[in-house]
């Protein structure tokens, strides 16, 4: 099963993926809203990590392109954010609409809440394992 | 506490929580590698120290007391400083001055804070980039009015329109520079203060064609003499 990890800090997105290839799943990690497109397009993620606070084109800009297209639809996402205030937002208003999953505030999140999360809304998780 | 200050602060707090994530999640995956862990909260102290030393902005009329002061020794300082935190994202440190720099005047602390927290800053910056190579310049040069003391990146997209915009949105806006994300910026606005104490201004400035954030320094007179 395939992640994609849209997260900019190397430091943090290390610790991400340390953790998820020990739960075996692929992860695709990415720093940068553009280059989460393409990914989203060669490696056909099951599920999306997304940080909000992205440089240049920000999570929400990737959100609202990414959601545009009919074969990422139902591609599930997972906030895990700094931002708290847009969470608030998509936490209320529009999670649903875009296939939002959960949303994770990162200063008070564990890895642990992650990939349980990640776990939890992968399609088929429980099944394949 | 001034507008000014509370600004500063609120930045200040958004930047440290990057740090302390950082923290937390290694001791979560019991990371054995301790350097690392003491590294970051190293490098979250500096940002708080220059913050502290910023803070007598209170007082609009208070600068820092000013000494002739050999800026390549400050450089050195601020790169051996910077080469744990460099290293954990794969960022270069280059140090670049030419050995006939005269003596500026700054107050010594200051000058060494300001740069570490641009450091960090671009550091930061420069990690999210598409470069290859990332790296961070740390510099001087003469120049008409001085000598320029500061920070360079080889990533695209430092520009003058980013940091004046930046400016302005501090303390405002959550992310005022986007180039800048992962966390506020505030050891460039700690820095702005810190030149500002020094009676000197940050700016948007190029060092051999490499963009960056530098000070015009003042050369020491005084030392001309002897």
Known sequence: ?????????????????????????EV???????????????KKPDLVVLELDLPS??????????????????????INSFDSSTLLKYKTNTAELLNIKAVHYKPQT???????????FLPNYAQAS | MSEGNARLFAALAENLKL????????????????????????????????????????????????????????????ANDLSAHAGMYDCKVVLDYSTRLIPAMANKAALKSALLNLGQGLISATSQTDEQHKSITIAAHHSANGIVAGIFSNMKGINKQLWYGGKS?????????????GGSPAGIFIADKLFEKMSSTLRLTHHNNLPGLAATLITSSQLKLV
Request: hydrophobic share 45%; proline share 6%; charged share 25%.
């Open chain 1, 1 to 25: 099963m395939r992640i994609l990890l849209i997260e900019p800090d190397p430091i943090l997105a290390k610790l991400y993926i340390r953790a998820l290839h020990k739960e075996n799943f």
């Open chain 1, 28 to 42: 695709e990690w990415v720093q940068k809203a553009e280059k989460a497109i393409i990914a989203a397009d060669t």
């Open chain 1, 57 to 78: 084109h920000n999570g929400v800009e990737f959100l609202s392109e990414f959601k545009s297209y009919s074969d990422w639809e139902k591609i599930p996402v997972i």
């Open chain 1, 110 to 120: 564990t890895i642990s809440d992650l990939v349980i999360s990640i776990k939890k």
């Open chain 2, 19 to 78: 740090p302390l994530v950082q923290i937390a999640q290694s001791a979560e995956l019991g990371l054995e590698n301790t350097e690392y862990i003491q590294s970051i909260a190293k490098n979250a102290l500096k940002i708080i120290d220059g913050y502290q030393m910023s803070l007598k902005e209170s007082d609009s009329q208070f600068m820092l007391p000013l000494e002739p002061v050999a800026v390549p020794l400050i450089l050195l300082d601020v």
């Open chain 2, 169 to 181: 949105l501090y303390g405002k806006a959550r992310i005022p520079i986007p180039q800048i994300s």
